[in-house]
């Protein structure tokens, strides 16, 4: 006879909340009593319960055992990996072309969202990323020259500030924002869109020990979707 | 004098990281002299380091100590509220009106997308969240009455089937997705927008033990924003 696996057990006792052989919020049978039942290692029925606690329908306490969770709190987590990455794991050719670079005084906004002083110096970039040859990503970047200096000395035409940024500027804190917006002019001939055509738009500001690093804002053509599973 | 916090050491910490006091890779010193160095308890040096590595500015490992994080991978999680509560939280009077209510056969995208026979019954609910008497959320959800039955049950008058659903079909796996679009012409009139606006969209399929549950595709005024901090 086939021995139960992880993934067996996992089924079944999802199969049991589902079903409300297990009412939200009773305590279920433990370790050893499962592992009785399924015939299988207490091991191998820790690891069902800890992927089940992973994806919040069920709590585990040490002491009073395990529950069928009464309000499973979900989170989505998404991976914010570097935009060439993201490009060339879904197998598509990177390119990268810079629009714009210039230093200038940080806009009102970026000194008020910051804690800038007026005339406070900001490297301003504009940088289109393809994928084979496609549109994929308009970004447009701020960079805190105060806080990160050496950014100053960098001409950004081969490698995009976000490369520089992940190697040389690591943050501690960050705000994540996403949503639709209309395309801007500018934002639809780099993107080859009609202007007003619908977009998505993720932003990103970085800290590191109370100093801000960055501001960025990325435009993707309406056709991009951010995807994860839990 | 002040003791230090386990604020004041991690900035500290931050601050010499963001200047390569550490480089990238670089082992840092251990709990007990960073303990010794800041006159703190181990524990609060431990906090600190506990919060760095959560936020993936340091990795800890137990044999070979405490690394400044080479390529730090991030992730941004955002929780997933029931709409009701999210417009609660935010100060606002919450409000929701049923739209349609219908039981139907899948159509064919939602027959591929969940592995359904041709005919599975669906329960197809269109509905409107609003905060303050504005659109906040138009929600299309197709609930798979095979795995739901008791769904069909639920006339969805005063209560969503987000809460329903919330509250009795636990699920364990799911799919979230975000993106842009221009609004439908049903979608603009609920929502009060000229067709055609950009509108936010998120969308949410369940399963449990490997049955669907639900589909669902909740649209957003252009000035939504998902948010979230690291």
Redesign the interface.
């Known amino acids: 006879m086939r021995r139960n696996s992880f993934r067996d057990i ?3 006792l ?2 049991r ?2 079903r409300r052989v297990w009412e ?1 919020g009773e305590t279920m049978p433990g370790e050893e009593a499962l592992a009785a039942e399924f015939g299988a290692a207490r091991a191998t029925v820790n690891r069902a319960l800890q992927e ?1 606690a992973r ?1 919040g ?1 069920i709590e585990r306490k040490r002491k009073s055992g395990t529950r ?2 009464l ?10 990996p570097l935009v060439r990455t993201e490009i060339e794991a879904s197998g598509s050719a990177y390119e990268y072309r810079l629009l714009k670079r210039a230093v200038e005084h940080a806009p009102v906004w970026l000194q008020e969202r910051f804690g800038l002083p007026a005339g406070a110096p900001a490297l301003h970039v504009r940088c289109l990323h393809l994928a084979d040859e496609r549109p994929y990503q308009y970004e447009d970047r701020w960079i805190n020259l105060a ?1 990160v200096p050496a950014a100053g000395s960098e001409d950004f035409e081969t490698a995009s500030p976000n490369e520089w940024l ?2 040389n ?14 395309a801007g002019s500018e934002e639809a001939r780099a993107l080859d869109l009609d202007p007003g ?5 993720a932003e990103r500001a970085t800290w ?4 801000a690093i960055t501001y960025v804002r990325m435009v ?1 053509p ?1 056709d ?7």
Chains 1, 2 share one sequence.
């Open positions: 996992k089924s079944e999802e199969r909340i589902s939200p089940l994806s329908l069928v969770a309000h499973p709190v979900r989170e989505a987590r998404f991976a914010i806080a992940v190697a500027a690591p943050f501690s804190r960050a705000q994540f924002s996403f949503g639709a917006a209309r055509e619908a977009v998505f738009v590191i020990a109370e100093r993707h309406p991009h979707r951010v995807v994860t599973w839990i």
